[in-house]
């Protein structure tokens, strides 16, 4: 039972199967959770998208079409991900015209990483959305036809397309944090 297929799966969910979703859940959960955190940067956040994307896996299984199941549920995760996100964006500017900043009261260490990822996440934000979703879905694991499946691409682009996306973050980052090392890196 455990080397069935997603596609076999896949069918059995759509006739009603909870064992064959917890299967498929157990089985996919993490990387879609890990494509979720890199996104988000919250934990919280992550296993919430996560778990909707599951239910809509279980409420509206994909057609049975042959594209990979890991790739439907990235999309759907990602498209979920960036709407929280803008949503995010939208009430924190209203916030910040309502009131101040609220202060940072974190121990110095965890503040560094904080801002680290802070820029990373920033710096991500101003790439191209396709560039930004090719970074996230690399650096969570996906293999290079698994994005190119996410993202609808041709499975031989992926490479070229994603040393683009990295070469345009390390302009970015290092022209919005020129002081900086780069992301990950440790000053010698």
Known sequence: MASESDEALLQQVR?????????????????????????????????????????????????????????????????????LLRGQRRARQHAERLAEPPEQIDPYGEALRAED???????????????????????AGLAY????????????????LLARAERAFLERYQRDYPAEARPGEQEG
Do not use: K, M
Not at 44 to 68: C, H, K, W
Not at 124 to 139: D, S
Not at 145 to 160: H, M, Q, R, Y
């Open 145 to 160: 036809a698994e994005i190119a499946a996410v993202l609808d691409l041709a499975p031989g682009s992926v490479g070229t």
């Open 117 to 139: 990822r802070a820029r990373v996440r920033a710096t991500i934000a101003e790439l191209p959305e396709r560039q930004g979703q090719l970074l996230l879905l690399r650096y």
């Open 15 to 83: 006739c009603g199967d909870a064992d064959a979703f917890e299967r498929l859940f157990l089985r996919h959960y993490s990387q879609v959770y890990r494509v979720l955190y890199n996104l988000l940067g919250s934990r919280e956040e992550a296993e919430d998208i996560a778990q909707e994307t599951f239910l809509a896996l279980l409420d509206r299984p994909p057609p049975a079409n042959g594209a990979a199941l890991i790739a439907w549920l990235c999309r759907v995760a990602l498209n979920r991900g960036y709407n």
